[in-house]
């Protein structure tokens, strides 16, 4: 018989896979065994690497049994399924999580402990797969570890990039980047499946043929590369589901260049083809500014093309009816990234499958919807005409297309208004031709949302108005979430215990639960208890900072933390202003030292590489904190540290410590944030503006357990027209001269007035995001806060209620969201 015909007989390859047993025997075996025959080494000689790719290995095994169960059940089943497209996922350490997931963190201490192994060693060990940049990656996170809990259908699909998020350090107070080659010592998590590769195709030109009589178009692509899928497990928390997180690594074809090979240089036409290789290499590391770069479009097209054909050839069973694509997928774009697989599934529908054009976009219309993350102009990508069509020449004559037919549904809803054409226009004109891709994500989405009220408020009065006139019904909110997996139960051990005694266990899937512990909140003991464990919590960081930095944090200072990618919109300079004030009303003796509280500033950040304000803010934060921190006359009130690499592993430790959450962007610029919700829930109190979910976070703790500060965003828009003069504010407010007046002279530079001239000139005569004009008021609302912190039991309480109240930043309320309003999508159990 042929390989092909010959059928499994033997009873154990019929059998489902088991799972070993859940004991700490049957881990132990695991364990070892996956030592021996996995690592190739004993256990005495092996060395902690080893033993955590053992260990890893071994909770993998515990999970496999489900992970193959859910897939074979999900084609059996064939429900609609959530497929998630974005280009990051900010995973953070996957050992903890998936323990936790599979209710195994018990039984693996213990066995590896009964092999003379401390567990701990070993999670130090796991470098976090940092494939995004900050809070779109880290949001695309969440949802997929919601929505494995919630037992949806859903395939995340991104990119296996080889480097991640650049690893961060600093050189005389400024930023290197350093390479992150976080699969150099291994990858346990994932699985590679070169058989189910894509090709993917670019470049080239299209033609039209004659098809028994019908003009069709098809593309003549000149080079290819393939899309190599490796699998991650996405475990739900303790339902025993397992989903898929898919993501794409780009491989050399064997196609050899024809030209070259028989010109005879072999090594150039092998070289010619690992170049395809470069797709997948590294993660953009642009947080929001898109450079327009070439190898970023490709990455995108790649991982879009792999991801749909997946779906259509794999996921989908044989001879599925594909106008019935809408019942079976939606595939979500998670931000403007993605939004090349609207063409793309067009290409494939009409070209490859044969459909009419208006039954292809009827189909494609309502397999997507787009997520918009931003509200800065300069983030909107675009990409030229030249280099879209000269990279996918189909792509862009469908993009054309779909343009003509939307503009004259535009015309014919709304007149000749040319003004209105060229305005609504897919592609723009100026400052040269080119596809805006958030259009075409709105005219293509069956659904376009914002992050979070204010937001999704702006698109449709501002960035997206004339849509939002046109197609009312498209446009709605989904408030972000984030997981209480990771950012309350793995990263604050403590507090989840104390709720868990307090209110029981199921706050971990049902976090509106929460609210129950706003009855404890005038509870003496309870608040002792609260209390204890945000002390804990900061001993806790004050020694992971000691281990890596040498710092550390004074027990009864006030810990205020901005942590979040640097950028001007957020405003870290309105901070470092803050601190340089309350620096100089000490060291000018009008304050006497002893009235301070004592504070201890904490920034965690990375700037974009090619960003240069955002790096001199890094500058000027380090070298503030070098004087402040070396200065007698503050020491023991006032403490700047600036831990190097912020990421998702370090936030797990900041996070529960934290007093203070900055959340100081200026109002209108944060679509949301995300870090605001992980502070709240982790009982930290806000200062912030009127922004994002700022607005909603306040409306939920109450004025009483939040520091509002600053211009709201209508009044930003009434400065702005009024004319904004930021010299205005620094002649007229003394305690912010003084402030600019310190770093301009030098204090910070050791004398050396031009090192902060860039800045300081930047924030005089121009301040784009109006720090000066917020200034004051935030200086009194940092007043505010150092009067309340005097009152330890009422900032207790107030803590204990911003966690009581903040159940709705769940990442799986958001979910629920997404699946009432956008997808419609139901759980399989
Ligand atoms: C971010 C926004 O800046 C945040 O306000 C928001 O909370 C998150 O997305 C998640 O929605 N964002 C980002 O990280 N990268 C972008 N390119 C655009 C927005």
């Known amino acids: 018989p042929s390989a092909s015909e010959l059928r499994p007989t033997h009873p154990l390859a019929l059998a489902p896979v088991a799972a070993p047993p859940a004991s700490v025997d049957g881990f132990v075996r695991r364990f070892l065994q996956n030592l021996n025959f996995d690592q190739g080494v004993a256990l005495s000689t092996s060395d902690d690497n080893d033993r955590y790719l053992a260990l890893a290995g071994t909770v993998r095994d515990y999970l496999m049994a489900r992970w193959l169960d859910d897939q074979a059940q999900q084609s059996r089943q064939q429900s609609k399924t959530v497929c998630y497209l974005s280009a990051e ?51 695309a996170a969440c949802f997929i570890d919601s929505l494995a809990t919630m037992s949806i259908p ?10 991640g998020i650049f690893r961060q350090a600093f050189a005389d107070g ?37 098809d028994d009589g019908v ?32 993501l794409w690594r780009a491989v050399a074809t064997n196609a050899f260049d024809l030209h070259t090979f028989n010109s005879g240089d072999y090594v150039a036409s092998v070289r010619a083809q690992t170049f395809a290789e470069n797709i997948s290499k590294v993660l953009y590391p642009e947080d929001s500014t898109p450079q327009g770069k070439e190898l970023r479009l490709q990455q ?12 259509v050839e794999h996921v989908l069973p044989d001879g599925f009816d594909l106008t019935k694509l809408p019942e079976r997928v939606i595939f979500q774009l998670n931000d403007t990234h993605p939004v090349i697989g609207v063409p793309e599934l067009m290409r494939v529908l009409v070209d490859e499958k044969g459909m009419e054009w208006d039954a292809a976009w009827a189909i494609t219309q309502k397999c997507f919807a787009y997520t918009c993350h931003t509200l800065l102009p300069e983030a909107l990508e675009v990409w030229s005409v030249d280099l879209l069509g000269r990279l996918l020449p189909r792509h862009l004559e469908i993009i054309y297309r779909i343009n003509d037919a939307f503009l004259l549904e535009v015309r014919e809803r709304f007149g000749d208004d040319e003004m209105l054409i060229r305005d609504m226009s897919i592609i723009g004109e100026h400052p040269f031709r080119s596809v805006r891709m958030a259009y075409l994500a709105t005219v293509a989405g069956s659904k376009v949302n914002g992050v979070a009220e204010l937001h999704s408020q702006l698109l449709r009065d501002n960035v997206l108005k004339d849509f939002a006139r046109m197609w009312p019904e498209k446009f709605t909110n989904v408030t972000n979430g984030v997981t209480p997996r990771r950012f309350l139960r793995l990263a604050n051990p403590e507090l989840s215990t104390l709720i868990t005694e307090t209110l029981g266990a199921g706050w971990t899937v049902d976090l509106e639960r929460l609210r129950g512990l706003e009855a404890y909140a005038d509870d003496p003991e309870f608040r002792e208890r609260f209390a204890a464990v945000k002390a804990a919590n900061k001993r806790r960081l004050s020694r992971v900072l000691a281990a890596r930095d040498g710092t550390t944090i004074d027990d009864g200072h006030l810990l205020d933390v901005m942590i979040k990618r640097l950028h001007e919109y957020k405003r870290q300079t309105l901070k470092v202003l803050h601190i340089v004030s309350a620096y100089d009303e000490i060291v000018s003796g009008r304050v006497p030292v002893e009235k301070v ?40 009130r006032l403490k700047v540290l600036y831990p190097s690499n912020y990421n998702v592993t370090l936030a797990e430790s900041i ?26 829930l982790n009982g930290a109190l806000t200062i912030g503006t009127d922004d994002g979910a700022n607005v909603e976070i306040r409306q939920l703790v109450g004025d009483d357990n939040f520091f509002l500060f600053g211009m709201s965003e209508p009044e930003v828009e009434a400065l702005w027209a009024e004319g904004y003069r930021p010299a205005d504010f620094y002649h007229e407010d003394e305690r912010l001269r003084r402030a600019i007046d310190l770093i301009a002279a030098g204090a910070f530079s050791g004398g050396d007035r031009s090192v902060f001239e860039p800045l300081i000139s930047n924030l005089l005569y121009d301040d784009r995001f109006m720090a000066l004009a917020d ?28 966690v009581a109240r903040s159940g709705f930043f769940s990442s799986d309320r958001a979910m629920r969201d997404y699946l009432d309003r956008i997808w419609h999508a139901t759980p399989v159990h």
């Open 215 to 246: 003009e069709r178009t098809r593309w003549v692509p000149e080079w290819n590369v393939l899309a190599v899928p490796y699998n991650m497990m996405v475990p739900g928390y303790h339902n025993g589901r397992v989903n898929t997180l898919r």
């Open 174 to 210: 400024q930023q290197v980047e350093q390479p992150d080659a976080w699969l150099r010592l291994g990858s346990p998590w994932d699985f590679p499946h070169p058989e189910a590769a894509q090709t993917i195709s670019f470049g080239g030109r299209t033609e039209t043929y004659d």
């Open 89 to 139: 996922y900010l995973l953070g350490r996957q050992l903890d999580n998936n323990l936790l997931a599979a209710r195994l963190t018990e039984i693996a201490t213990e066995a590896l402990a009964q092999c003379g192994i401390d567990i701990d060693d070993l999670r130090a060990l796991e470098i976090e797969p940092g494939l995004g940049n900050g809070g779109l990656g880290r949001l």
């Open 154 to 163: 859903t395939i995340g699909y991104g990119i296996r990039y080889e480097y």
């Open 775 to 802: 200034f004051g008021s935030y200086l009194d609302a940092q007043e505010r806060v150092d009067a309340a912190y005097a009152d330890q039991d009422a900032w207790v309480r107030s803590a204990i209620l911003n």
């Open 300 to 311: 995108q097209y790649f991982f879009v093309a792999a991801s749909i054909a997946d779906f």
């Open 655 to 680: 996070i529960p410590a934290a007093d203070l959450s900055e959340q100081i962007s200026l109002a209108g610029k944060e679509a949301s944030g995300t870090g605001n919700m992980k502070l709240a």
């Open 597 to 636: 509280q004592p504070r201890t500033f904490l920034f965690g950040a990375k700037a974009a590489p090619g960003y240069a304000m955002a790096k001199h803010i890094i500058h000027l934060i380090n070298a503030v904190g070098e004087v402040v921190n070396a200065d007698p006359r503050v020491e023991g």
